[in-house]
């Protein structure tokens, strides 16, 4: 393929190169305000989703959700928080890789049986979808989403408790009021207990794919993530304070999908959920159980969480993001060098990697681009010229940092390569003499079938033309990958699993090819390996 047939599609999106799928978060706390810390929760996640927040919060009698189409400080504010007490909450934030963008996929999803009820939060994509609708005699549009058919599946598995063993029920259970918020009938503790636990036992091992959930009843908080683990979840303890017998707070648990939720709430981290383990947390502290065959356990985080999803300051199989993204700066320079008169990471996930790899060539570390910090989600427009105002209207160049210079220009992956190469251009119309473009992953080249909305093949611009090809077209100078070896070197979790799918096409939960995620063609899907 000459570098000229080398296309952007119409319609691409190049202000946001990849999207996470959903963050959750869930607590049980008595005594402190759970919809306060859940919110704090939701805000440090909030990178994981844009499109829709919501909370269900429990205080015993029963579960108050609020969930709404926006940001996070859009959906909630003081009045409607003070408005949730509770001793338990869950939280959501999503982007939407399965389902439409409405209100009915926001979640948490709610489902009452009988007179009590539940709530459920997912992060993750399932690859079992239609079959297991299908196997449950569901009609097509019975639910809108993997998350609403695991809601679906728990409460058929839950037995039903009668209304009339329910203090409080008003027979309102799970409707949406004009408000946004959706009650559930309230029940005494016992009379569901266990039940959803029960029902998970049932369910879990039915589904496959990624997922993390946190789930609550009225009196249970509980976190479950996948026999591959390909989506993080994380535990947290909230100390208890005051003095035994006076106005302190008891003991609480946290559970997020990454670390510094627990930070901003105050809790401390206790550990990562393992691939595969249910954990169930109420008055008498966390239990921890394996409810899935052994031989589906196979640890493999997806290896994105460190490249560009997961927050810089958090901690993935016992190592700080921030850390790793240097170290692959470090190995891209060791792997690709080249001679420059200054490093500049591309904002801001380009960033640290470019610091690892000035120091490690010893070429100075600048700042060549200011990103712009209000940017949200703009519009998906169509030409190249749009495409390049959208970038504009993101990055800005510095020139006096820029102008007569040999720069290294790091960023963290590429997908459709509308944004690198806007930024050459801009970089070469601020004076930069040399752009050397370094990646620190190896480029995209398979959909994501797990949670993370990679575009269609023909619009991953790696898979589609070789590298002098791509170097012309993105107007680079040189153009360099790390490679995947080097990549989980840079991370230095040794021993750990990861799932490098998109990478290499090579897929730990096999995927059927009638997964509809919107974004994958029949013939892009690789034939999976067989199970070890
Ligand atoms: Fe992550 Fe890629 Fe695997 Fe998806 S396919 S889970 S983005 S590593």
């Known amino acids: 393929m000459r570098s000229s047939e080398i296309e952007c599609s119409e319609g691409s999106d190049h202000e946001v190169p990849l999207r996470e799928s959903c963050g959750v978060f869930g607590v049980y706390a008595p005594g402190r305000g759970v919809a306060q810390l859940t919110f704090d929760g939701l805000y440090a996640l909030q990178h994981r989703g844009q499109e829709s927040a919501g909370m269900a919060v429990s205080d015993g009698e029963g579960i108050t959700v609020v969930k709404e189409m926006g940001l996070v400080t859009t959906v909630f504010d003081e009045r409607t928080l003070s408005c949730l007490p509770g001793h338990l909450a869950i939280g959501h934030t999503r982007y939407s890789t399965t389902g439409d963008s409405n209100w009915r996929n926001a979640q948490p999803m709610y489902r009452s049986v009988g007179g009590a009820g539940f709530a459920l939060g997912h992060n993750g994509n399932l690859t079992n979808t239609a079959e297991l609708a299908e196997q449950a005699g569901m009609l097509p549009g019975m639910v809108a989403s993997d998350s609403d058919l695991v809601a679906e599946l728990l409460a058929r598995h839950c037995p039903a408790v009668p209304l009339n063993e329910s203090p409080g029920a008003d027979g309102q259970n799970g409707q949406k009021a004009s408000d946004g918020l959706a009650s559930s009938a309230g029940v005494g503790e016992g009379a569901f207990d266990e039940a959803l636990e029960s029902a998970l036992r049932s369910v879990l091992p039915l589904i496959g794919g990624a997922f993390s959930f946190v789930l609550l009843d009225s009196n249970h908080l509980m976190g479950v993530r996948d026999p591959n683990g390909l989506r993080p979840l994380c535990l947290g303890r909230l100390a208890p304070t005051g003095h035994p017998g006076g106005t302190g707070h008891p003991e609480g648990w946290v559970l997020a999908s990454e670390s510094p939720a627990l930070d901003v709430v105050g809790a401390s981290f206790v550990r990562e959920l393992e691939p595969g383990e249910l954990v169930v947390i109420d008055s ?124 290294v220009v790091v960023d963290d992956s590429i997908v459709r390569g509308t944004t690198q190469r806007a930024v050459v251009r801009m970089l070469r119309e601020a004076g930069a003499t040399e752009v050397h473009l370094r990646l620190a992953s190896p480029p995209l080249v398979w959909p994501c079938f797990y949670g993370i909305d990679i575009p269609d093949r023909d619009e991953l611009v790696a898979a589609n033309a070789s590298m002098s090809e791509l170097e012309s077209f993105l107007g680079a100078d040189s153009l360099a990958y790390l490679s995947l070896e080097n990549l989980v070197r840079a991370i230095d979790a040794p021993g750990a699993g990861f799932c490098t799918a998109c990478l290499n096409g090579e897929y730990p939960v096999p995927v059927p090819v009638e997964v509809e995620v919107g974004a994958v063609r029949r013939h892009d899907v690789p034939a999976a390996p067989a199970r070890a």
């Open 284 to 407: 008498f502290g966390v239990r921890s159980e394996r409810v899935f065959a052994e031989e589906r356990i196979d640890p493999r985080l997806c290896i994105f969480e460190f490249v560009y999803f997961a927050r810089p300051d958090a901690h993935l199989y016992g190592r700080e993001v921030h850390g790793a993204r240097r170290r692959m700066g470090k190995m891209l320079a060791a792997q690709a060098p080249v001679d420059a008169d200054m490093v500049m990471g591309v904002p801001e996930s380009g960033v640290p990697a470019a610091e690892g790899y000035a120091r490690a060539s010893g070429i100075p570390h600048g700042q060549g681009l200011v990103k712009n910090r209000y940017i949200g989600r703009t519009f998906i427009t169509p030409g190249q010229d749009a495409r390049d105002a959208g970038v504009r209207r993101k990055l800005n160049p510095l020139r006096e940092n820029i102008a007569g210079k040999r720069l």
